[in-house]
């Protein structure tokens, strides 16, 4: 019975409830963060660490010693061309050194950095300049043309263009020209642009002050994401939030130490890479091995070769690399942290990936977290001790989640699910240029915190475990009954010839939806009827009936987002399509 009490017992913390603090062993729930910038942080780690290597980049490396005067020689050059305070500058660049040592200089010249993906559209860069209202832009060579498209239209001022050789050694360059080099088309010579060696001559040139005062407070970025409710907002996040980020993630992992290494493929632009693969590594004096895009050969060529002692990704990288062929004899034992985000990962492929780390002799198990751009990126994760299946784990030091009705701030007990919000010092300032929106989701409670509240269904237990169950937008609804894809999902990947699937909601006459799942099959499996029924048998077994698929499409490929993710909505998209008779 004193047992039981014990469980029961509510922790709190300034009124917050806070059970899990029992099981935070020697993590500490509480941190005392500096009161500086971004760069200002990876500076003190210069200090302390100036010969430690800083980031490695297709066998370039550079310590940190010459990559803060790297982000000086930048930020100086951004000052020459004409860049001020508070001034937005949009990154459109891979994981490659340009892309990092613009975003610290422009971090430290007190101006805003833009994150976007150099794949977007010329639309979608088109609306992520105007909405950003950015004086100036980065990008490829390769990638020239879309931003001279757009430029007229949006009063783009300066536009710095870089390549993937500017970064390589004598030797690498060679190569790249003659492999990927000859098939960018060259740049007009007429062209308005600083080319990146004349960008930085001109930083050299330069004479005056290059630093601006900033708070920890002050915007610092902006990351574009879906939101809560699936529109494309810019989220504004300071200082403050990446910092405070970082020494959580420091603290609750119990093994990022200094001089070790990440291998950060996850990109740039996204709260995953930017805030745990870039910014949490160097604060660390870890060193980052930069990949500038995801070719899975590639990784595992770089995995096996550089032996880094974390890596990071969304669940469908850890499910592409268990079957990748070469990653048979491949030894392990250098990891000391793996962590899946980005994205829900199911029980089943959690077991495949523990299995499949622990026969190439890794002595750590896959660690989920979870976490939005709202807040960055990771806000919870499994502890290292008392990991509980199914769970995404504790919150990260000074946040604290609660578990509330829907549409309300009252907050539900235990075991009853709900929506999930946060407070802590990760979460965002707000949304850029849409007050109302920050408002339905930034909401004063009671107790006197604003809360985040995040569009995801979850729960907690009572010993302060978190459990996601699915995005509010992305649930079913079915005659009335509740059905979230994710578990759906769980159980299809369970089935023996199932890769990966996907489930979304389709109309239906009297059900108003019904549930389709598609379905990718391993390797050695052929699509057929007899396979499609093995799967419906298989779901009956774990499926309420009404929640069923009413139908099962066997694919060869499941289509991705930009960041990995299985893209549901381009298969709610392409089906709306199929039954509109357009497609």
Partial sequence: MNELNELKQEYRVNGIRAPWLKNYGDVPHTLTYPDCTMVELIEEAAQRYPKHCAYEFMGRKRNYSQFISEIILCAKSLRAIGIRKNDVVTIALPNCPQGIIMFYAVNM???????????????????YLKDSKSVCAITLDQFYDKFAAVRGKVKLKKLIITSIKDALNTAMKIGYEVTQGRKIQKLPKNADIYHWKDFLDEGRRFIGQYRAKQKADDVSAILYSGGTTGTTKGILLSNRNFNALALQVG?????????????????IFHGFGLGIGIH????????????????LKEYAKVLKRKRPNYIAGVPTLFEALLRLDGMQKADLSCLRGVFSGGDSLSMELKKRIDTFLKEHKCKVEVREGYGLTECVTASAINPYNVPKAGSIGFPLPDTYYKICKVGTTEEVPYGTEGEICLTGPTVMIGYNNQPQETKNVLRKHPDGYTWLHTGDLGKMDEEGYLYFSQRLKRMIISSGYNIYPSQLENVIDAHEAVQMSCCIGIPHPYKIQ???????????YEKSEAIKQSILEHCKKHIAKYALPTEIEIRDELPKTLVGKVAYRILEEEEARKRAGKG
């Fill in 280 to 295: 949490t590594v160097l604060a660390h004096g870890c060193r980052a091995i930069l990949l500038p895009r995801l070719v």
């Fill in 109 to 127: 010249m007190g101006a805003v950095a833009n994150m976007i993906h150099p794949l977007s559209s010329e639309g979608e860069i088109a609306f």
């Fill in 514 to 524: 019904a549930v389709k799942a598609f379905v990718m099959l391993k390797p050695g």
């Fill in 251 to 267: 603290a609750m992992s119990q093994v990022i130490e200094p001089g070790n290494a990440m291998l950060a493929v996850m990109p």
